[in-house]
């Protein structure tokens, strides 16, 4: 294969990556807003309602875990699939807030209260696609996307 052919693929590639970053941006967004407009009592909730400050905490964490997820992973893919690292960097962050916030507000309630509320993956599995699905997803396309900017690096050199 010619130079020519090789840098000619590269952009093929690159331009697959950045369609296809821009697809799952789009498809982040409309599914966590989805179910937040569907299941507003469970996103749109009043943390200081709280009667324990650990528990009032970990809901304000879940708060804004369920905003940085539904707005900050379409944005950081969007800036990622236009080339930026920094936003690159900043993905796992928004991948994995609203997944590690729920089991902290899981942890508070079996504190507070002595039950369990897990039992809601099995009431509404559609859940799994927000709590565990799509922050999974997002996290597989950004190891992808550093592995092929390592790959871009060495072949570079």
Do not use: C
């Not at 407009?37 to 909730?45: G, I, S, V």
């Not at 650990?54 to 707005?71: D, H």
């Not at 936003?87 to 991948?95: G, S, Y």
Request: charged share 15%; net charge neutral; glycine share 4%.
């Amino acid at each position: 294969m010619s130079t020519a052919q090789s840098r000619l693929r590269t952009v093929e590639i690159d331009a697959a990556h950045r369609f296809h970053l821009r697809g799952t941006a789009i498809m982040t967004f409309v599914i966590y807003w989805l179910m937040v407009f569907t299941f507003q009592d469970f996103f749109l909730f009043n943390p200081t309602a709280a009667t324990d400050i650990f528990r009032e905490i970990t809901l304000w964490i879940a708060l804004v875990g369920w905003l940085v997820a539904a707005i900050g992973s379409p944005i950081a893919l969007l800036l990622v699939s236009q080339g930026s690292l920094r936003a690159l960097n900043f993905l796992p962050f928004t991948a994995l807030l609203w997944p590690v916030s729920v089991v902290l507000a899981q942890i508070s309630a079996y504190a507070e209260t002595g039950e369990s509320y897990l039992g809601y993956l099995f009431d509404y599995p559609v859940f799994v696609i927000t709590d565990i699905a799509l922050p999974a997803f997002i996290l597989v396309k950004w190891s992808r996307m550093r592995e092929t900017l390592a790959r871009a690096e060495i072949a570079m050199s």
